[in-house]
């Protein structure tokens, strides 16, 4: 049924950016809204961004200014732009799917 696929972490230094993505490659869930969430280690799970169909996005604090969610309904894919990065960014980035399916993760870890 639902897949979801991420891909796009990696090493950055304090200040640069990364873009991350996640695809449903499974059945369809058009109408769905996206979220993405990150847990570091020790730390608790952290929601950080979500987006409704219709385009409507919400940001934590910590990230509100400088991380932007987007979403391509055609490609069924939501991104997470993140610039300014920060050392307390470093973390284990999942995309959810209509609050139900989550995707396998990708490592983001912010270091000089």
């Known amino acids: 049924q639902v897949q979801l696929v991420e891909s796009g972490g990696g090493l950055v230094q304090p200040g640069g950016s990364l873009s991350i993505s996640c695809v449903n490659t499974g059945i369809i869930f058009r109408f769905a809204a996206w979220d993405w969430y990150r847990q570091a280690p020790g730390k608790e799970r952290e929601l950080v961004a979500s987006?409704?169909?219709?385009?409507?996005?919400t940001y934590s604090d910590a990230v509100k200014g400088r991380f932007a969610i987007s979403r391509d309904n055609a490609e069924n894919s939501v991104y997470l732009q993140m610039d300014s990065l920060e050392p307390e960014d470093t973390a284990v980035y999942y995309c959810v799917l209509g609050g139900n399916y989550w995707g396998q993760g990708t490592e983001v870890t912010v270091s000089s």
């Open positions: 987006i409704t169909y219709n385009g409507m996005t």
